[in-house]
Structure formats: structure tokens, C-alpha cells
């Protein structure tokens, strides 16, 4: 089942990110977050009822709440470097390194799993890089975006890590939350850059259904590293840059470029080697 709520999730996160960039294009990045995150909340809470009485300890709201946090510095690091850095190595960077650190710390926490599933995960790595990969003119503030794409990275790859720490007991609720903290977090940040609070009309749907699908990815990866192996959660769902990639191509006609197209491909290897492992 790992698997399955790992790609489950990757297409959810996926298809968020292909929402998340139509509002954004409208608004603040932080604005839209904002309010996709409430939607997010409203989605964990209707579902979290449906898995039962849960198990609920004051260390799993900790893990969810720190998981949550460090996600959120994640996404503000990531806006912050997009605005002023190069979106070519920044984000590439940020998606490998919040694949690859995970993969680090469940091997040190004693996962071992078979060799062909190894082969994979070594194939998925570089798939990750080479599907969030833009093609940059500029030739500066290179080093300051590697630092910035690192830092984002790490704390995307802190939360899939504070988040598998949660015991299987506790159902969605560390996922509500990690949101009922991180919304006041992001609508203060906005209010302090003052950027405008309000939807553009238009993008509200986009905004809402982008929230519902990234709280819809969280569960699933939840889901997924209660259910085997985090190696095997985390590697599967860093890859939602392919659906995003192929949403873009079917919906906003962007051309692919050779190096997606070979990170699609390399993906597809990756996850079928996964899969005939698993």
C-alpha cells in the first residue's frame, strides 16, 4: 500500500502546485498559501473523523505542530528566494534536497529495503532534479540561490521526517495541527510584507481547490509512511513535479524540454523498479 498512497500523493501534490501557480499569478504567493492552507484545515478536519476514534497523545500534536512549522519556513524560504533569486536552481535544488535527506535519515534510522528498490530510489533522485529544472538566462546570485534552494529543501525534507515520527494511532489529527498553527503564521507574514489579503476574482476556486488537494497529498504520504518504508513514501511523492509538468503541457501548452522529458522517463523507471520490489 505504500506504493499506492505514495503515488496517490505525488499526483495530489502535483496537481496542487499546477493550481497554486495559476493563483499565484494573480497574487501574492503568500496570499494564496494563506488561504489554500485554511481550505487544507477544513479538508483534515472533515476527514480525520472518518479513520475512527483516534489514539491521541500530546507528542504526536508536537510532531504534527514542529512538521508543520518547518514545511511552512520550507514554502517561505522557496517565495523568498523566487523573488529575488534564480528559479532555475533554486527550485530543483529544493526538491532534491527535500527527497534526499529523508532518504538519508531512514537509512541511519535502520530501514533496509531490497537492492532493486535501492535501484529506484538512485534512478527517482535525479528524476526529481531534472523534472523541476528551468532554464535560467541570468548568470547571477548563482551561489546565494544554491543556499537558498538548500536551506527550502531541508525544511520541506524536516517535515516529511517530523511527520513520519507520529504514531499510527493518532489518525489526520497532527495534520490539523501543523495547519491550525501555520495559518495565523502565513496571514501574519503577509500583513507583515503588507501584501493584500484578498483573492483576485477568479483564482478563488483555483486557491481552494489547491488547498483541499495539498491537505489531500499530506494525508496520503501519511497514509503511506505508516504503511512501509519512509525511503520508499518520500522518494515516490517528491516526484509531483511530473503530473505538474504534464498538467502544464496539456492545459497551458508549455513546451517540454528534452531534460523533462528524460526526467519523466527516468521517473516512470524509478517507480516501476519501486514497485516490482515492493
Known amino acids: 500500500m505504500v506504493i499506492f498512497y505514495a503515488l496517490l500523493s505525488a499526483f495530489a501534490y502535483g496537481t496542487a502546485d499546477f493550481l497554486g501557480g495559476f493563483s499565484s499569478r494573480k497574487n501574492p504567493g503568500t496570499t494564496t498559501v494563506a488561504w489554500?492552507?485554511?481550505?487544507?484545515?477544513?479538508?483534515?478536519?472533515?476527514?480525520a473523523p472518518l479513520l475512527g476514534r483516534p489514539d491521541l497523545h500530546g507528542?504526536?500534536?508536537?510532531?504534527?505542530?514542529?512538521?508543520?512549522?518547518?514545511?511552512?519556513?520550507g514554502v517561505l524560504f522557496l517565495y523568498?528566494?523566487?523573488?529575488?533569486?534564480?528559479?532555475?536552481?533554486?527550485?530543483?535544488?529544493?526538491?532534491?534536497?527535500?527527497?534526499?535527506?529523508?532518504?538519508?535519515?531512514?537509512?541511519?534510522?535502520?530501514?533496509?529495503?531490497?537492492?532493486?528498490?535501492?535501484?529506484?530510489?538512485?534512478?527517482?533522485l535525479p528524476a526529481i532534479l531534472l523534472l523541476s529544472w528551468?532554464?535560467?538566462?541570468?548568470?547571477?546570485?548563482?551561489?546565494?540561490?544554491?543556499?537558498?534552494?538548500?536551506?527550502?529543501?531541508?525544511?520541506?525534507?524536516?517535515?516529511?521526517?517530523?511527520?513520519?515520527q507520529t504514531s499510527e494511532n493518532s489518525g489526520l489529527w497532527?495534520?490539523?495541527?501543523?495547519?491550525?498553527?501555520?495559518?495565523?503564521?502565513?496571514?501574519?507574514?503577509?500583513?507583515?510584507?503588507?501584501?493584500?489579503?484578498r483573492l483576485e476574482p477568479g483564482t478563488r476556486r483555483a486557491t481552494f481547490a489547491s488547498g483541499f488537494l495539498d491537505m489531500a497529498a499530506n494525508?496520503?504520504?501519511?497514509?503511506?509512511?505508516?504503511?512501509?518504508?519512509?525511503?520508499i513514501a518520500v522518494?515516490?511523492?517528491?516526484?509531483?513535479?511530473?503530473?505538474?509538468?504534464?498538467?502544464?503541457?496539456?492545459?497551458l501548452h508549455e513546451k517540454l524540454t528534452v531534460l523533462r522529458i528524460i526526467g519523466l522517463i527516468l521517473s516512470i523507471t524509478g517507480a516501476a523498479l519501486i514497485g516490482i520490489s515492493g
Open 36 to 47: 489554500s492552507q485554511i481550505a487544507g484545515l477544513a479538508t483534515v478536519l472533515i476527514a
Open 59 to 73: 507528542t504526536d500534536i508536537i510532531w504534527g505542530m514542529a512538521g508543520g512549522v518547518s514545511g511552512a519556513l
Open 80 to 124: 523568498m528566494g523566487l523573488s529575488t533569486g534564480m528559479a532555475s536552481i533554486i527550485s530543483p535544488i529544493a526538491a532534491l534536497t527535500g527527497a534526499a535527506l529523508p532518504v538519508i535519515f531512514g537509512f541511519l534510522a535502520g530501514e533496509r529495503p531490497a537492492l532493486m528498490t535501492w535501484a529506484g530510489v538512485f534512478i527517482t
Open 134 to 164: 528551468e532554464r535560467g538566462e541570468k548568470r547571477d546570485h548563482v551561489l546565494r540561490s544554491v543556499r537558498v534552494g538548500l536551506v527550502s529543501g531541508a525544511f520541506f525534507g524536516g517535515f516529511f521526517i517530523l511527520v513520519s
Open 174 to 197: 497532527p495534520l490539523a495541527a501543523a495547519r491550525a498553527l501555520t495559518i495565523p503564521l502565513f496571514f501574519l507574514y503577509s500583513l507583515i510584507r503588507r501584501s493584500k489579503l
Open 219 to 231: 494525508i496520503f504520504y501519511l497514509l503511506a509512511v505508516r504503511t512501509g518504508y519512509m525511503i
Open 235 to 251: 522518494v515516490l511523492s517528491a516526484l509531483y513535479p511530473a503530473p505538474t509538468v504534464v498538467l502544464q503541457k496539456m492545459f
